[in-house]
T-cell receptor, first 115, second 111 residues
């Protein structure tokens, strides 16, 4: 158990809908990262928040957005969903704000299926 | 551009045999390097990391990896594989703002 929690575990929805994925980082970690894992794209970094502020952006679509709240939990919002958004979405957390040299602890993921 | 290559998509070994998973990276500076393991239905767990210093790094579960700058490689090894090692293994390069992952190697272990 990494100490990172993600809800829900599974999400099934229809095209055009909007969903929210939630992540609670390990106690004491200030950074939260979001990743998307799909068969065709592999594991892709989406976005990072550090202590409530956006720190880095990766391959995140404009239809997707995220935020980190004062209690450090984070939410990833996916809107106007398409079939291709079906994937496993991971959240990770770390103590520091530099992705490269901080160990990231991963949550179990949320599996999103868009029908 | 920075990239990570794991040339072996799928590897099958017998239990008790030795294992080496290959990882090559493309990065201009000295990289931060990681190996993660993903068991079915699970998140990623860090096996080991290299930041600097000794190029032979010991990790959890009996794994080790060797950083070879001249070959731009960071191969993962284990002397004797256990059936519970069956999983997907990801090599990653740490940049300032993100981790770049390889495409993964799926390890199958036969009894």
């Amino acid at each position: 158990d990494s100490g990172v929690t993600q809800t829900p575990k599974h999400l099934i929805t229809a095209t055009g809908q909007r969903v929210t994925l939630r992540c609670s980082p390990r106690s004491g970690d200030l950074s939260v990262y979001w990743y998307q894992q799909s068969l065709d794209q592999g594991l892709q970094f989406l976005i990072q928040y550090y202590n409530g502020e956006e720190r880095a952006k990766g391959n995140i679509l404009e239809r997707f957005s995220a935020q980190q709240f004062p209690d450090l939990h984070s939410e990833l919002n996916l809107s106007s969903l398409e079939l291709g958004d079906s994937a496993l979405y991971f959240c990770a957390s770390s103590v520091g704000g530099v992705a490269g040299n901080n160990e990231q602890f991963f949550g179990p993921g949320t599996r999103l299926t868009v029908l | 551009a920075q990239s990570v290559t794991q040339p072996d998509i799928h590897i099958t070994v017998s239990e008790g045999a030795s294992l080496e998973l290959r990882c090559n990276y493309s990065y201009g500076a000295t990289p931060y390097l990681f190996w993660y393991v993903q068991s079915p239905g699970q998140g990623l767990q860090l096996l080991l990391k290299y930041f600097s210093g000794d190029t032979l790094v010991q990790g959890i579960k009996g794994f080790e990896a060797e950083f070879k700058r001249s070959q731009s490689s960071f191969n993962l090894r284990k002397p004797s594989v256990h059936w519970s090692d069956a999983a997907e293994y990801f090599c990653a390069v740490g940049l300032t703002d993100k981790l770049i992952f390889g495409t993964g190697t799926r390890l199958q272990v036969f009894p």
